[in-house]
């Protein structure tokens, strides 16, 4: 039996990977950041999946990258307009879960307990 991937759904797992979903959370402050800036708010991210991810949200439209022309070379991240779009989402979700995190949290309780 073959699997077809709908191109929606390797969108979705490009933007709510662990790593993606983090970037994009960081990068909605509007700002524009530095490599070494997101790897120390990622702290756990190594530097290849950091590297990856970043890539695969540029190559998907939400992450613009810019070389600035100084020596030492500096590139700096933000996000595209799609990538807004996905952020608002992604923060407001976030924001959701945090609003909500007792209430998960008795639930997941009353369920252990049953």
């Known amino acids: 039996m073959q699997v077809i991937m709908c191109p929606e759904r ?12 983090l970037v994009l959370q960081a990068l909605s402050d509007g ?12 702290a756990l991210a190594s530097e290849k999946m950091l590297t ?7 190559r998907d439209g939400f992450v613009h990258r810019e070389v600035l022309p100084v020596i030492p070379p500096h590139v700096e991240y933000t996000l595209t307009p799609l990538g807004k ?27 252990d307990e049953s």
């Open 10 to 21: 390797a969108i979705m797992e490009h933007v709510t990977s662990r790593w993606g979903v």
């Open 31 to 42: 700002e524009a950041w530095r490599f070494s800036a997101l790897k120390r708010e990622l």
């Open 52 to 58: 990856q991810t970043l890539r695969t949200l540029e």
């Open 85 to 111: 779009g996905a952020a608002s989402h992604l923060v407001a979700l976030a924001e959701w879960i945090a609003a909500h995190q007792v209430e998960v949290a008795d639930a997941q309780l009353t369920y």
